[in-house]
């Protein structure tokens, strides 16, 4: 089976074509981070417009690495939710009329099952069941999965994400944006020992997750501190190892809770080299491992949806998918 994946839940615009027999045979990517930029966040209609103008042409250009014509395509998926609507609707409006066009199923996937399965693109891929920490823009979940649709959620975010949390602290700190990047190397200089932040919500039983206190903690502290840069960086790597801390305690206490040793990390955030680092060495202390897509595929991208419809496809998804705000990740059906 071959699909083209075609992802716009939010910023980055991702296309790919996929194949059951051969693996992965082409994707591209497009960031709008310069255009978003200068507002210091996503404008949802900024990003509309750039996906509308970006689109088509990385289709061809994906069909064409991947040396596919329509008539090779089984299918087309795209990015249902949970994302900004506006975009959501661009790739779902192009998916499904090509598919009408060409004659092939086009079925809308999961957005954080995208970044779920997004490991099983690499090679060694994990096996089921596992753990899956998925820390993607606005995301913070621990799931339990024995399956494709086959999940269940152990702890999420009940205000401020990880990554909200690494955006904010940034601009506290008048990084640029996007903030999280800027602030893991800003951090790269800075003293772990000289702040000591929070790491919250580990002192009580539970999986969930908390970062906005985190953020006012990091306020308090530059109201008072010196403003140079030193003490930005020390804020900035104090800040990272409190999140890093809170990530694999949680995870830690995850997989002792399943009796699971495999960990699937996903979503931007998934990126960061100190919190593999660390995940690293929790895993290995219990005897399990550990498992990440590759950096490029931390971000959204069209990969890691060309992958999930294939499966969903695959085991005979044939329903029209609307696109949605909010999906919870537990709501899914088995493939």
């Not at 008539?71 to 506006?86: C, E, H, K, N, R």
């Not at 020390?234 to 990530?247: C, H, K, N, P």
């Amino acid at each position: 089976m071959r699909v083209l994946g075609i992802e716009t839940s939010c910023d980055e615009t991702g296309v790919a074509v996929y194949d059951t027999a051969r693996g992965l045979l082409s994707h591209a990517l497009y960031s709008q981070v310069k255009l978003h930029a200068e507002y210091g966040g996503v404008v949802p209609e900024l990003a509309s417009r750039d996906h509308v103008q970006k689109l088509l042409p990385m289709v061809d250009r994906a069909l064409k690495e991947a040396g596919t014509a329509p008539s090779d395509l089984d299918g087309i998926v795209y990015t249902a939710g949970p994302g900004l609507v506006g975009a959501l609707l661009v790739g779902s409006c192009l998916a499904r009329s090509l598919g009408v066009a060409w004659g092939v199923p086009s079925l809308g996937v999961h957005h954080m099952e995208g970044h779920l399965l997004a490991p099983m693109l690499e090679n060694p891929r994990p096996e089921f069941p596992f753990v899956a920490l998925l820390v993607s823009g606005g995301h913070s979940l621990l799931v339990e999965v024995e399956g494709v649709g086959r999940y269940r959620t152990l702890g999420e975010s009940i205000d401020d994400a990880a990554g909200e949390a690494f955006d904010k602290v940034a601009k506290l700190l008048k990084l640029p944006y996007p903030g999280g990047p800027a602030l893991a190397k800003l951090a790269e200089q800075g003293d772990p020992k000289r702040f000591k932040f929070p790491r919250p919500m580990v002192d009580r039983p539970g999986l969930d997750f908390s970062f906005s206190g985190l953020k006012t903690a990091v306020l308090t502290v530059l109201k008072s501190a010196p403003q140079d840069e030193q003490t930005r960086a020390d804020v900035a790597r104090g800040f990272e190892e409190a999140v890093v801390d809170t990530l694999a305690i949680k995870c830690k206490r995850a997989l002792q809770q399943t009796g699971l040793r495999r960990l699937v990390v996903a979503g931007g955030v998934g990126a960061n080299r100190r919190l593999r680092a660390r995940l690293k060495e929790m895993t290995a202390a219990l005897g399990g491992e550990v498992y990440y897509p590759r950096p490029e595929f931390c971000t959204d991208n069209g990969a890691m949806i060309a992958y999930a419809g294939c499966c969903r496809l695959a085991a005979g998804a044939v329903t029209e998918t609307p696109v949605r705000a909010r999906w919870p990740l537990d709501s899914l059906t088995p493939a």
